[in-house]
């Protein structure tokens, strides 16, 4: 059985259910996979999904859900392969379930085709041997860890990794320091970034149609991602599934290419 999962609180209620959930049952085979929200608060859920009280809940939701969907998974063996994914800015325009199928032992993401040196991610203070795992993850291209393949081991790994190396738990940027240096220690394989696009950093040519997300040959992307700390420099607005929504904004996008682009020359010098 395959499981697609996400956590949230009740100031992504309305887009996690009339967006990301409405998206994922229209365009996603859930014939032989059940979804699962990570619960922070959030009230009024879809009667089908499976609704998961938080348990760990001192420190940041991207850090702590990991550990929150490791404790679902040890009392559920019967889901086999899991996808994780941000449940605040993610929409599905097609159908991904073929993913669960392939390369069943390894890891599965999308590298960020533009990303921020390490140093700038997390500091080495605020991990346990923070130089090792700097060091080992430098010069290496970032998984983004916003949508995440892996067999069910693969979660309790990186939750396991994260309580004992990561100090604080309120850090920004924590899940993607210690995602990455778990996936990189494991068999891993790069899914294509149409698998989880980033309008602001991806390098293929896009453009929206009808609400749609399209790359330049006409392909529908099967996973939009609309990423960015604040919501004001995220790169759509009104992003969303249905009509009348995500109107990109072209000079966010170039705002962020300029940024990392100098931040990772910087790192050079």
């Not at 073929?98 to 085709?113: I, K, M, T």
């Not at 291209?141 to 990186?158: D, M, S």
Request: with cysteine.
């Amino acid at each position: 059985m395959n499981l697609i999962a996400t956590a949230g609180n009740d100031k992504i209620r309305d887009f996690l259910v009339n967006d990301w959930y409405r998206s994922l049952k229209e365009n996603v085979n859930l014939e032989e996979t059940d979804v699962l929200v990570i619960n922070y608060g959030l009230a009024g859920l879809p009667k089908d999904v499976i609704d998961f009280p938080a348990i760990e809940n001192r420190g940041l939701i991207n850090n702590t859900r990991f550990l929150n969907l490791a404790l679902f998974l040890e009392n559920h063996p019967e889901y086999d392969q899991v996808l994780f994914c941000d449940g605040g800015d993610i929409i599905f325009q097609s159908d991904i379930s073929h993913l669960f199928e392939e390369h069943r032992d390894a890891f599965r993401s999308v590298v960020e085709q533009i990303s921020p040196p390490i140093d700038l991610v997390v500091k080495e203070e605020d991990l346990v041997n923070g130089a090792e795992i700097k060091s080992f993850l430098s010069g290496k291209k970032l998984f983004n860890v916003g949508v995440i393949l892996a067999p069910r081991e693969g979660f309790l790994e990186i939750a396991k990794v994260m309580k004992e190396r990561l100090r604080n738990m309120d850090v920004w940027g924590g899940d993607t320091v210690v995602g990455n240096y778990v996936v990189y220690k494991s068999p891993h394989v790069e899914l294509p970034s149409k698998y989880n696009f980033i309008p602001s950093t991806a390098k293929e040519k896009f453009y929206v149609k009808d609400s749609k997300f399209f790359l330049q040959n006409g392909e529908i992307i099967p996973i939009v991602h609309n990423a960015g700390r604040y919501r004001f420099l995220r790169p759509v607005k009104d992003f969303g599934c249905g009509p009348g929504k995500n109107k990109v904004n072209r000079f966010n996008i170039w705002m962020f290419r300029v940024l990392f682009s100098v931040s990772a020359l910087l790192k050079k010098k």
